[in-house]
């Protein structure tokens, strides 16, 4: 079982940026890719970004290149997400997701409320 702890949203303007951590618990996450979701109100859960198990391969949504970077930290049994050029439309919930690699479902944190508005 494991237990994901994200932290790092908050209030942010347009054009600034946020860190986001998930700091996970219970397993290390070194054989699992590391997903970052995001969910805003009356919409789809929308994955972000993810990161493959030793961190070689990254993905994003369109709506996100150039902008956000998932990366991880596997000795801290962390995974992260930078958040740049923030636009108001990335206001939501973001969730941290572990799956390890031998399986197609995972492991869930609670979310972390990022806003981003003048």
Same mark, same amino acid.
């Given at each position: 079982q494991v237990q994901l702890v994200e932290s790092g949203g908050g209030l942010a303007q347009p054009g600034g940026s946020l860190r986001l951590a998930c700091a996970a618990s219970g397993a290390t996450i070194s054989n699992y890719i590391m997903n970052w979701y995001r969910q805003a109100p009356g919409k789809e859960r929308e994955l972000v970004a993810a990161i493959t198990s030793a961190g070689s391969v990254t993905n994003y949504a369109d709506s996100v290149k150039g902008r956000f970077t998932i990366s991880r930290d596997n000795a801290k049994n962390t995974v992260y997400l930078q958040m740049n050029s923030l636009k108001p439309e990335d206001t939501a919930v973001y969730l941290c997701?572990? =799956?390890? =690699?031998w399986r197609?479902?995972?492991y869930w944190g609670q979310g972390t409320q990022v806003t981003v508005s003048s």
């Amino acid at each position: 079982q494991v237990q994901l702890v994200e932290s790092g949203g908050g209030l942010a303007q347009p054009g600034g940026s946020l860190r986001l951590a998930c700091a996970a618990s219970g397993a290390t996450i070194s054989n699992y890719i590391m997903n970052w979701y995001r969910q805003a109100p009356g919409k789809e859960r929308e994955l972000v970004a993810a990161i493959t198990s030793a961190g070689s391969v990254t993905n994003y949504a369109d709506s996100v290149k150039g902008r956000f970077t998932i990366s991880r930290d596997n000795a801290k049994n962390t995974v992260y997400l930078q958040m740049n050029s923030l636009k108001p439309e990335d206001t939501a919930v973001y969730l941290c997701n572990a =799956v390890p =690699v031998w399986r197609s479902w995972g492991y869930w944190g609670q979310g972390t409320q990022v806003t981003v508005s003048s």
